[in-house]
């Protein structure tokens, strides 16, 4: 086989794992020289994004499945896919690099005599630690989204403002791309508990890939009450900036209110009309002065008794 640092191969006692990172055309070339899959398989390897599924082939069970990963730059959870093809004595992964348990599994089991100890002659037992790895790098991602959950919820209550929307929405896309990824996952694992029997004795594994099974239906239970909680976050937000408006609005008014009778004061003696009372008047300045103070204070024992101020 070519050599290519795409393609990581490690060696166990009866199969082989293939472990192909940031597919390229090129290893679209290799695994349809090496492998007798499916074109359109081969194909659903390349972007864009494909549909979580698993298809059993008379020589092989071909599965899709989609993972989380957390983009620090931009602060958003992203989706990448990993393919897996799935036979009695080789595991093919094919993945964009881009989820850290796969790297880390490589680099565990690149000693071929560490993986013959630890998985012998099965590959279902590889395949089960691939999966249990990937879920379980869920749950601090999983963590971070509650953490973020909690620093809106202080900032909301605390001060609330417009300014705010723009976390809870990047909250909200992380939950659906988090949801996107993972809603097809209980129901793909269980198809494969189905199919393994015609390839592998499973019996002795078949807990744990309940276990799997189990790990979905966790993440997807917090992801429901993330949902739930942000959107009540988001609604509280909105109604605690409507109030503050509403009280902003309020004492505008009031103080538009209280301030009318200086206004129309001061414009009625403005007039040079004739016939305009105390113009004439030696302490005709002081008496209008007296009135637009009592009018100013009428005002204001009026919104005292109604109570709205």
Not at 76 to 84: A, G, N, R, S
Not at 102 to 114: H, M, W
Not at 162 to 184: C, G, H, S
Request: glycine letters at 2%; hydrophobic letters at 45%; charged letters at 25%.
């Amino acid at each position: 086989m070519p050599k290519n640092k795409n393609i990581e191969i490690t060696n166990f006692k009866n199969f082989r794992w293939y472990n192909i990172k940031d597919i390229k055309p090129k290893d679209i070339k290799f695994l349809k020289e090496n492998f007798s899959f499916n074109k359109i398989n081969i194909d659903n390897c390349l972007p864009p994004l494909q549909r979580p599924k698993i298809l059993k082939y008379p020589e092989y069970i071909f599965m899709i499945l989609l993972f989380p990963y957390y983009d620090k730059k931009s602060r958003e959870i992203k989706i990448t896919e990993v393919d897996f093809f799935i036979s009695t004595s080789y595991i093919v992964t094919v993945h964009q690099n881009l989820l850290e348990p796969l790297a880390e599994i490589s680099k565990k089991y690149r000693d071929p005599n560490a993986a013959a100890a630890d998985f012998g002659a099965n590959p279902v037992n590889l395949l089960y630690d691939i999966l249990d790895s990937l879920l379980g790098y869920c749950f601090p991602i999983l963590n971070h989204v509650g953490i973020d959950i909690d620093n809106i919820e202080e900032k909301i209550f605390s001060n609330p403002q417009r300014e705010n929307i723009k976390d809870i929405l990047l909250i909200k896309r992380n939950i659906v791309n988090f949801r996107k990824a993972m809603q097809a996952h209980k129901n793909v694992i269980r198809k494969l508990i189905g199919h393994s029997p015609a390839f592998f004795e499973t019996r002795k594994l078949a807990t744990y890939f309940e276990n799997l099974v189990e790990q979905t239906k966790d993440i997807w239970d917090l992801l429901e009450n993330y949902k739930d909680t942000i959107d009540a976050l988001h609604n509280s937000n909105e109604s605690l900036v409507s109030f503050r408006l509403s009280e902003i609005m309020k004492t505008l008014t009031i103080f538009s209110v209280i301030v009318f009778p200086l206004t129309l004061f001061a414009a009625v003696f403005s007039m040079n009309v004739q016939g305009t009372p105390f113009v004439d008047h030696p302490l005709g300045f002081w008496i209008v002065m007296i009135m637009m103070f009592l009018g100013t204070v009428g005002m204001l024992v009026f919104f005292k008794l109604k109570k709205w101020i």
